[in-house]
């Protein structure tokens, strides 16, 4: 249990550098946000206009002591301030529009990839040699080493635009009422298709080799010999004393994954028109949208530690050394 | 040493292989087919009287419809869901009346008397009169971050009768018309309740335009639907027009050329082949040259620039017709002299400029010869040195990842180069390009230029004294810092007539001036692009037809496309109100039907 205690008490002290942090970088950027404002309006705005504009957004000029003491205040009622670039939307609505869409085709994407990469790499390790093992790691390799932007505009212009077979945009079908509909949630999967499958193309060949090493080398271990030596079922092996601890590797990066879930599709967003936060994010560094980037970065760094404490929780089932 | 050949997985691989894990991965298998296949493909879905538009691309829409922040505002607030008094018609150089009949000058052109038209209904029923323009100004002057062009500010009366609203200035103004003539109205009985205009989202828009009502409004789409009470009868004919959002161009084009959008504003290169070619029949475009033209600036305070006759060197270095087919893949043309884009055209005399300066052809001998006679020589390295012996060396400003400006000032540092110029293009952040124009810290600059439709503005914010600000201060306009007294009397001159061929003399003059004086270096005038696909849709300006810029995103012009689109095959009804009397939409009336 104390292992569990010192690790929260790592996260929290994470969570504050990470606040910190959060609030200076923006600050180091070159450029203010006074200008990207100018650059939105790029001259139409009469100087009194821009001036009264600035106060309204509330780009007031403050000691960063000051600044940063609000910061941390504001943030504790959870009020995330107001959106440069969705004037005059506050932060958290503007990133709830997308979280969802975002945690959904993210989350499904990352799922798949590491349940079928380890499925897969599963299957190899057994068949290690075979005319499986000596293709699939190779093509896998080679997938995951495309940039993932060339790849994803290959599947919208051929599985989407030349052969018409999918949806290459949005993530329904614009005509549709959100709700639980089967028309809508079958029409959400379907235009979920695309990008998720371009994710899972570039990521699952890591999952493979990872299990496939993983599983060769526990499989050499002297406890599945002696596993095997006590006549237990095979699969009673694989699946209870093998695959149990060759997936701990695995696991540390399935959290990491997990944790960029909200930002990590950013290129699948813009490649698809797809209304998650990823492309939120493009949006607020380009406008020097700080409250929206500090708002941001706060929901990635907080799904980041958060899926790592999740990892550590189930580190800590799966594996009895920790227990001890 | 364990060996491999005795391991366990040896034994295990026989009764476990793929048997157990066949089943899942073919259940997999099946799921994806389904997914591909068994499921009936969607299409992008239509209805009829629906147009899909794409004005602007953005990755996702928040629901705003506040017609004070221009830029926060869901298109088409400012001209669709809200309406000017009157529109400038950017082809045909003239004002369009709209809410208000007429306007005619008064008080030694002192102040401005706008016609309201009558029987207006906002789209909640309520009527629309002077009370609501006198609001809206007043509203303007009470919070100046809505007064986004500064006139309200400059005003010193608004007045009503029954039928008018006076604008009143303190001196002559009548290049105010514009600013006055442009701005939406909204309703009193709306806004008068609003705590706070500057941070109302305006959810639920009241207007009285063509298109008002939120029929839905997500993340990825929205569509408005047309107003109940639209006070031209029998308009608009559409039921709705449906926005999607497309986080990048990419996407954009595709939907384009696929036929899923009707009526877009996105830069396809190669747009013959790519999208026309696809359906000519119903397919067009434009590239109209009515945006400000991008000029190349030079601090004219710093020495060589602030000679007239370096800057025309240099201009005479630069080959525009490379820049134009290169970086502005031919969508544009070369700038004159002028300086003065389309939307200038009714001042533009290519005799009267080409007779006072042809320093923007593409002559670097005669550039070379300039330089020479100011005494900037070729040192024996073939680099030209000022007259104190120092380097002629030469920084251009350009923003990074605006890839068509830096194309541009590549071409132009390579111009330059080629007469001995040490020229080098530097690229800075917007931030800090912004900052070091307005702060007179450049040497060379690539910039935009703005105005409105009277010169006063537009030449004013490139050589009145009043808009130049000591270096190190932020100026507005006039980044070059140029200031000439004789072009200060001119718009004072300009200021007081409201006299169209007084007008036209004193603009004159004024062309002349520049092309004389060369405070900036003209580029090429910006185009305003847009296309439209009329298989469901039509009434869309042509070529044949172009009775307004076709960029949907042009603000206010693209009221007048809003109202005349129809479904495919549905009869053009008839302007009852003579509003478009006078344009030349007037032969279509007459005929019936748009060829």
Redesign the interface.
């Known amino acids: 249990m104390t292992y569990l205690l010192r690790r929260l008490g790592f996260y929290l002290l994470a969570a504050w550098v990470s606040l910190t942090v959060n609030f200076v970088i923006p600050r180091l950027a070159p450029g203010d946000p006074a200008s990207a404002l100018q650059l939105r309006f790029q001259g139409r705005l009469e100087p009194e206009a821009l001036l009264a504009m600035k106060q309204a957004f509330g780009f007031v000029e403050a000691p960063l002591p000051v600044q940063y003491a609000s910061y941390l205040a504001a943030l504790l009622r959870g009020d995330l301030g107001i959106s440069v670039s969705y004037f005059p939307a506050p932060v958290r609505d503007v990133i709830a529009e997308g979280l969802g869409w975002t945690v959904f085709l993210s989350g499904v994407s990352v799922l798949t990839s590491f349940a079928l990469g380890s499925l897969l790499g599963a299957v190899l390790a057994f068949r290690r040699g075979g005319l499986m093992d000596s293709v699939l790691p190779p093509v896998l390799t080679f997938l995951g080493a495309f940039p993932y932007f060339w790849l994803s505009m290959l599947l919208l212009y051929v599985l989407g635009f030349s052969l018409d077979w999918l949806p290459v945009r949005h993530a329904y079908a614009d005509h549709l009422e959100p709700g639980l509909s089967l028309a809508f949630v079958s029409s959400a999967l379907l235009h979920a298709f695309l990008p998720a499958l371009s994710i899972v193309l570039t990521s699952v060949g890591s999952w493979v080799l990872s299990m496939r090493s993983n599983l060769i080398a526990t499989l050499s271990e002297d406890y599945v010999l002696l596993a095997a030596a006590k006549g237990l079922s095979p699969r009673r092996i694989v699946f209870r004393y093998a695959v149990r601890s060759a997936l701990l590797p695995s696991l540390a990066g399935f959290g990491m994954a997990l944790g960029f879930v909200l930002s990590g599709s950013l290129l699948a967003e813009i490649v698809f028109s797809y209304p998650g936060q990823g492309y939120l994010l493009y949006q607020a560094v380009k406008n020097q949208d700080y409250a929206l980037l500090q708002g941001l970065f706060l929901s990635i760094t907080l799904a980041v530690l958060l899926a790592n404490f999740l990892v550590d929780v189930l580190s800590f089932v799966l594996d009895p050394r920790l227990r001890g | 040493m364990?060996r491999?050949g005795a391991?366990?997985?040896r034994?295990?691989?026989a009764?476990?292989?793929?048997r157990?894990?066949r089943a899942?991965?073919f259940v997999?298998c099946l799921v994806v087919l389904a997914?591909?296949?068994g499921?009936e493909?969607?299409r992008?879905?239509f209805?009829r009287g629906v147009a899909v538009v794409l004005p602007t691309q953005?990755?996702?829409w928040?629901?705003?419809f506040?017609p004070f922040?221009?830029?926060?505002a869901r298109w088409p607030t400012q001209s669709g869901i809200y309406e000017p008094l009157l529109i400038y018609h950017t082809l045909e150089q003239r004002y369009v009346p709209w809410l208000a009949t007429g306007y005619r000058w008064e008080r030694d052109n002192r102040a401005l008397v706008m016609t309201i038209r009558r029987g207006v209904l906002f789209s909640d029923g309520q009527p629309f009169g002077p009370k609501d323009v006198v609001f809206t100004w007043k509203l303007m002057q009470k919070?100046?971050?809505?007064?986004?062009?500064?006139m309200a500010?400059r005003l010193v009366g608004i007045e009503s009768s029954p039928d008018e609203v006076t604008f009143v200035w303190d001196e002559p103004f009548v290049p105010g018309l514009y600013f006055v003539g442009q701005a939406p109205i909204v309703p009193e009985h709306v806004w008068r309740d609003v705590p706070d205009p500057?941070?109302?989202?305006n959810e639920t828009p009241i207007g009285t335009g063509p298109f008002t009502e939120v029929r839905?409004f997500?993340?990825?789409?929205y569509e408005l639907g047309k107003n109940p009470h639209y006070w031209q009868p029998g308009r608009p004919h559409l039921d709705a027009i449906?926005v999607?959002?497309?986080?990048?161009n990419?996407?954009a084009s595709?939907?384009m050329i696929?036929g899923d959008i009707d009526w877009g504003a996105i830069f396809i290169p190669a747009i013959d082949r790519l999208f026309v070619a696809k359906d000519p029949e119903h397919r067009g475009y434009a590239f109209q040259q009515v945006e400000g033209t991008v000029m190349l600036y030079a601090n004219t305070t710093r020495p060589p620039f602030d000679d007239a006759e370096v800057r025309k060197a240099l201009s005479l270095g630069i080959d525009r017709r490379r820049i134009v087919s290169i970086a502005m893949q031919g969508y544009t043309r070369p700038a004159d002299a002028s300086g003065l884009s389309d939307f200038y055209r009714r001042f533009h005399d290519r005799a009267l400029v080409e007779a006072e300066g042809d320093w923007t052809r593409y002559d670097p001998a005669a550039g070379e010869k300039l330089l020479e006679a100011r005494g900037i020589r070729r040192g024996a390295d073939g680099r030209r040195r000022l007259a104190d012996g120092s380097l002629f060396e030469v920084d251009v400003n350009c923003v990074v990842g605006w890839s068509d400006w830096i194309i541009a000032a590549k071409l132009i540092v390579e111009g330059l180069q080629a007469m001995g110029v040490s020229a080098k293009l530097r690229t800075?952040?917007?931030?800090?390009w912004?900052?070091k124009l307005q702060r007179g810290e450049f040497q060379l600059s690539l910039g935009?230029s703005?105005g409105g439709p009277s010169l006063y503005t537009f030449y004013g914010r490139q050589m009145a004294s009043a808009t130049v600000r000591p270096i190190g201060q932020a100026a507005?306009?006039n980044w070059q810092r140029f200031a000439s007294p004789e072009a200060d009397r001119l718009f004072l001159e300009l200021a007081k007539t409201a006299d169209p061929a007084e007008e036209m003399r004193i603009s004159r003059e004024l062309v002349r001036l520049f092309v004389q004086s060369a405070p900036a270096i003209p580029l090429f005038p910006g185009p305003a692009f847009g296309q439209y696909t009329s298989r469901r849709i039509e009434g869309f300006p042509t070529v044949d037809d172009p009775y307004v810029a076709l960029a949907p995103y042009k603000i206010p012009g693209f009221l007048l496309a809003l109202v005349e689109l129809r479904p495919r095959g549905m009869p053009r009804r008839p302007d009852a109100l003579g509003v478009f009397s006078g344009t030349r939409s007037m032969r279509l009336q007459s005929s019936g039907a748009q060829p």
């Open positions: 364990r491999r391991l366990p997985p034994a295990l691989r009764p476990l292989s793929p157990a894990l899942p991965l997999l997914a591909s296949l499921c493909r969607e992008p879905h209805e953005s990755a996702t928040v629901r705003n506040n922040l221009p830029t926060q919070y100046p971050a809505l007064d986004s062009t500064g500010k500057v941070k109302f989202a839905s997500k993340t990825q789409v449906r999607p959002a497309f986080a990048g990419e996407q595709l939907a696929r800075y952040d917007f931030g800090a912004f900052s935009w703005t507005e306009y």
